[in-house]
């Protein structure tokens, strides 16, 4: 294969893949809203690599075989070009490729016309000036030829195919100021001018030295001028050694006269388009015309096509295929920042939660020390103050009660206060305002006293003998009970004596009621112990409201947290796996962008090679 058509072939593998990763934009784009602003780019990179392709204008005087040196290239049994002595090439033939060989017209008007191939004679080649001419079948038709600017050959060939399209010129000692300028467009836009000098001639010509600085070198730099010196067959045998000195003069003279350094090929065109039709081998060797053909082709691909290529390459690798890969990786492994502030957010969640459970669990820890404290504080003061209530034997019932409630009437108070403020302690503690304080009134149950029942009869016989004495006894002791001074038991045992005068004059049996103190006094204790309880009953009762209000305030705020933690969740969950999806997807264009760039590195390489 030719490193031309490798070159193409790279340049064709560089294409698809400018297309896959074309199609890979696009799906990013529009599947996965993933802009990378490399649109216009890619495409850019894609009618630059599709317009890669060389343009070789072949230029010389008129007869140097220009036409005949195409045509063996084209290798067609058919002369594309015309290269009979007459008519000669009056105007610009452009070859380019095309599976089936037609012809475009560009016209001096500026239309188009398609022709036949078979055509491209009469509107490119010179007609007869006068009737004398000798009628030719290749003879352009004047007004034809007069109204065409150039043609534009498509025909199919392995050369064109590749990229490399020619240009034959009309001889450059063309006297027509609108041909040669039409010429020189092509040669200044040409990537490489074949200069072709005829060694019959005796090599460069001070006209064609003149034509190769004014038109040439001047123009477009000693870069890309390719001299081919033709017609080597066609030295007789005494002249063979005269090829040498030709070629040598002519670099020499180039060198002195424009200072330039110019490859030059001895060829013969004409046996190489034989040699090729009649698969003459020895011929086309003897042609010379691989060598031309190999030192054109290294010089378009190293001059020309590797540097432009290499450019496109190295611009899809590293602003098309490098940033999709790197935006791709981050996409693939990095979760979007959304799923990160929902973790985020869940994690404070759980965490409110938490602390507001300690705080709860802490003030029920204390809840539970002040009650305990409160209720061993009531037990004493409550002990203390009942064991201070005096009974009388006159006490009544109502009497005794209203004792007692003017016991546990400042007891009540003062732990209603005590509570209070242990709940407004509470409640500063916790934040939550929304806990409200149950009405703190302690609920203590006074039990039911009736000292009616210790109330005892007595029935007293008196005698004759001594009852004064032992009813002054007797009322001594029971004044003692129902007055506390001294002087009611004196009164009491003057009225004890008097009675038992009466008795001791005759018998009689006196019944009298008694309070039974220590009866009472049992009572009491025993009371006390259920008043204690009955406090330590309306303690709890009241603390456990507070503790339940606590509870339920609690359990509200973290069933709220929970439902809204419980959302946030579901988004995540389904976020998560949206995004499971995506960068599993995404990871296959990964993959793909990934080929691209191996792919893209190998041709990298395979172009160094070429
Ligand atoms: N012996 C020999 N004759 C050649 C060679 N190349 C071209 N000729 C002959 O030279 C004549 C002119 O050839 P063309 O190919 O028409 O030359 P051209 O440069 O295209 O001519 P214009 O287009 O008229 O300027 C033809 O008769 C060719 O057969 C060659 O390598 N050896
Ligand atoms: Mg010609």
């Known amino acids: 294969m030719s490193s031309i058509a490798e070159f193409s072939t790279i340049k064709h593998n560089l294409l698809n893949n400018i297309l896959e990763a074309k199609t890979l934009e696009s799906d990013l784009r529009k599947n996965f809203q993933i802009d990378l602003t490399i649109k216009e780019r890619i495409e850019r990179i894609q009618n630059n690599i599709q317009s890669t392709n060389f343009t070789v204008a072949v230029v010389g005087v008129i007869k140097r075989g220009k036409s005949t040196l195409l045509n063996a290239i084209l290798g067609d049994k058919i002369e594309i070009l015309s290269t009979n002595v007459t008519p000669e090439t009056a105007k610009l033939s452009y070859l380019v490729y095309d599976d089936d060989p037609y012809a475009i017209i560009h016209k001096t008007n500026g239309e188009k016309e398609r022709i036949k191939i078979e055509d491209l004679g009469k509107y490119t080649n010179s007609f007869p000036k006068t009737r004398l001419n000798i009628r030719h079948k290749h003879k352009g038709v004047k007004e034809l030829v007069m109204s065409t600017k150039y043609a534009e050959i498509h025909y199919p060939n392995e050369y064109l195919k590749n990229g490399v399209r020619f240009v034959d010129t009309p001889g450059v000692d063309d006297p027509d100021p609108d041909r040669s300028r039409v010429t020189e467009e092509f040669i200044s836009s040409a990537d490489a001018v074949i200069f072709l000098i005829d060694v019959l001639e005796g090599g460069l010509k001070e006209s064609e030295l003149i034509f190769m600085k004014n038109r040439i070198i001047n123009r477009k730099s000693s870069k890309g001028v390719i001299c081919v010196c033709n017609k080597i067959l066609a030295l007789r045998k005494f002249q063979q050694n005269e090829l040498n ?26 046996a190489a388009y034989q040699g090729k039709l009649e698969n003459n081998e020895s011929l086309l060797e003897k042609s010379r015309f691989h060598e031309f053909l ?16 290499k450019r496109l390459l190295i611009d899809l690798k590293a602003n098309i295929i490098e940033p999709i890969i790197e935006t791709l990786s981050f996409s693939v492994i990095n979760r979007p920042n959304e799923l990160t502030e929902i973790t985020n957010q869940l994690v404070a969640y759980k965490k409110s939660i938490n602390a507001q459970k300690e705080k709860v669990d802490k003030l029920q820890t204390k809840i539970n020390n002040e009650k305990s404290n409160l209720k061993s504080s009531i037990e004493s003061e409550i002990r203390t103050k009942f064991k201070n209530i005096i009974i009388n034997n006159n006490d009544a019932t109502v009497q005794l009660r209203n004792n007692l409630a003017k016991v546990i009437e400042p007891i009540n108070t003062k732990f209603t206060n005590q509570i209070k403020h242990i709940f407004s302690d509470l409640l500063k503690d916790l934040d939550a305002y929304e806990v409200r304080l149950p009405n703190a009134k302690l609920m203590v149950e006074t039990p039911n006293i009736s000292i009616d029942d210790f109330y005892v009869t007595k029935q007293i016989i008196s005698q004759t003998s001594g009852a004064s004495l032992a009813s002054a006894g007797i009322g001594a002791a029971a004044a003692g009970l129902l007055f506390a001074t001294g002087i009611g038991v004196i009164i009491g045992a003057y009225i004890g004596y008097k009675i038992g005068q009466e008795i001791d004059n005759q018998q009689v049996v006196k019944t009298t009621k008694e309070l039974d103190i220590k009866s009472v006094q049992n009572k009491l204790s025993e009371m006390t112990g259920e008043i204690i309880t009955s406090y330590i009953n309306s303690v709890d009762i009241y603390f456990q409201q507070f503790q339940s209000e606590i509870n339920t305030w609690f359990n509200n705020k973290e069933e709220e947290l929970n439902s809204k933690m419980q959302m946030v969740e579901n988004i995540k969950s389904q976020k998560e796996s949206e995004f499971e999806n995506i960068s599993k997807e ?18 990298l390489l395979k172009l160094e090679e070429l």
């Open 245 to 270: 000195d030709v070629l040598i003069n002519t670099k020499d003279v180039l060198k002195k006269e424009l200072n330039i350094e110019v490859p030059i090929f001895p060829v013969d065109a004409k």
């Open 586 to 603: 995404l990871s296959i264009y990964l993959d793909k962008a990934k080929s691209l760039l191996e792919l893209t590195n190998n041709y």
């Open 294 to 309: 190999d030192g054109l082709e290294t010089f378009l691909i190293n001059e020309k096509g590797k540097i432009a290529l």
